[in-house]
């Protein structure tokens, strides 16, 4: 037999979208003042942690689907910034974030 437990099979995938942490969501609700009923309908995917931090991306599946894009991983929204409504960083154990809002931005270019 030649198992080899200690070898790794090929490079970690990261994690798909999922529902955003009570943390972020609550964040968007309660620090930038958006609405809940729509924050609550947004994703979020996440890479990898390094030392307890997640970077994250914040998009809505709405508006990807109408742009006919299926959102996998954190790292396909590199080729998809426009659908990144939010992003920055997250630490679970300490509960601090910043998060970066491109939403505003969007939404005042699209008054213009």
Wanted: a negative charge.
């Amino acid at each position: 037999m030649n198992w080899k437990f200690w070898k790794k099979s090929g490079p970690a995938t990261l994690p798909k979208p999922k529902e955003l942490s009570s943390d972020l969501g609550k964040y968007l609700v309660v620090n930038l003042e958006y609405d809940p009923d729509w924050v609550w309908q947004l994703k979020v995917v996440m890479n990898l942690p390094k030392d307890g931090v997640s970077d994250f991306r914040i998009f809505d599946p709405a508006m990807a689907a109408m742009q006919g894009v299926t959102v996998k991983d954190y790292s396909f929204l590199d080729e998809h910034k426009n659908l990144v409504l939010f992003d920055g960083w997250y630490n679970k154990e300490s509960r601090e974030m910043q998060v970066n809002d491109y939403y505003q931005a969007m939404k005042t270019d699209q008054a213009v």
